[in-house]
């Protein structure tokens, strides 16, 4: 069997490698494609005054004016329209009171590579978007975590099925 080429969609790019011989590709898996909105600001805005299940975002941070808040964003590597989102977030969270110097940005990159501040500011939409003042990302691998997470267990409530 000879080897194969392969070529990815790796954010705005493509990676291409090689398979080793005897190696099988069984098939090619794609998203289902659905149309996009015709007004993403538009709709952001809506699914913010109107969440399925909760508070809004701006009545949860209203009745916490002095808190610390996380916005964790993805790194350029998929699709989702960041830039787009986000400074509608931090204008709710604004707009009930959360000062920007209690926001706290940071890059989930997962196994990837680090992402520089240039690269953070691009993908929160900079320069015509206010960012937040601090960001943090780790290095990829639990070894390069700061230990006061490493030592914590994940936490994470989920609701009983009311189905069942």
């Not at 969270?93 to 590579?113: V, Y």
Request: glycine residues 8%.
């Amino acid at each position: 069997m000879s080897e194969q080429n392969i070529s990815v969609p790796w954010g705005r790019d493509e990676v291409a490698f090689t398979l080793p011989r005897g190696w099988h590709v069984a098939g090619v898996l794609s998203p289902h494609a659905i149309p996009p909105v015709s007004d993403m600001a538009a709709e952001v805005r809506r699914s913010l005054a109107a969440p399925v299940g909760s508070q809004t975002l701006r009545d949860i941070a209203r009745a916490r004016p002095r808190a610390r808040v996380a916005l964790v964003i993805d790194d350029g590597s998929r699709p989702t329209p960041v830039a787009g989102i986000l400074p509608l977030v931090l204008a709710e969270l604004e707009d009930a009171g959360i000062a920007r110097e209690s926001i706290t940005l940071i890059p989930a990159t997962g196994l990837h590579r680090a992402m520089s501040r240039d690269e953070v500011a691009q993908r929160a939409g900079a320069p015509d978007v206010p960012r937040p003042r601090r960001s943090a990302d780790f290095p990829a691998g639990r070894d390069h975590v700061p230990g006061f997470l490493a030592e914590r267990p994940l936490r994470y409530k989920c609701r009983e099925s009311d189905t069942g």
